[in-house]
């Protein structure tokens, strides 16, 4: 199971950015998906994450402005970003929780990471 994230880059403060996560390969389902993200020098956090059933769970430092959704047809998972502010600066990870057949277990499989920079 391979992540493919996109859409990071440069914006201003205020701005908006929408990151997409597309899982490929062996697939036979996915659970929960997800956002992470690590400012240099910090720890990796959990910014949002999805359920299969569409529950979503949110950072309190990011509620209000992000918005997580998925297309499971797709298996991708996007996050919509508004209101950016420079503290938002950091490489944001995808994951997934996902299984390669239905007799296997749940792995969590990662994304390589996309750049987003808030920055006039």
């Known amino acids: 199971v391979q992540l493919q994230a996109s859409g990071g880059g440069l914006v201003q403060p205020g701005g908006s950015l929408r990151l997409s996560c597309a899982a490929s390969g062996s697939i036979f389902s996915i659970n929960a998906m997800g956002w992470y993200r690590q400012a240099p020098g910090e720890q990796r956090e959990l910014v949002a994450s999805?359920?299969?059933?569409?529950?979503?769970a949110y950072a309190d430092s990011v509620k209000g402005r992000f918005t997580i959704s998925r297309d499971i047809a797709k298996n991708t998972v996007y996050l919509q970003m508004n209101s950016l502010k420079p503290e938002d600066t950091a490489v944001y990870y995808c994951?997934?929780?996902?299984?390669?057949?239905?007799?296997?277990?749940?792995?969590?499989?990662w994304g390589q990471g996309t750049l987003v920079t808030v920055s006039s």
């Open positions: 999805i359920t299969s059933g569409g529950s979503t």
């Open positions: 994951n997934a929780d996902a299984r390669t057949a239905i007799w296997a277990r749940y792995t969590t499989y």
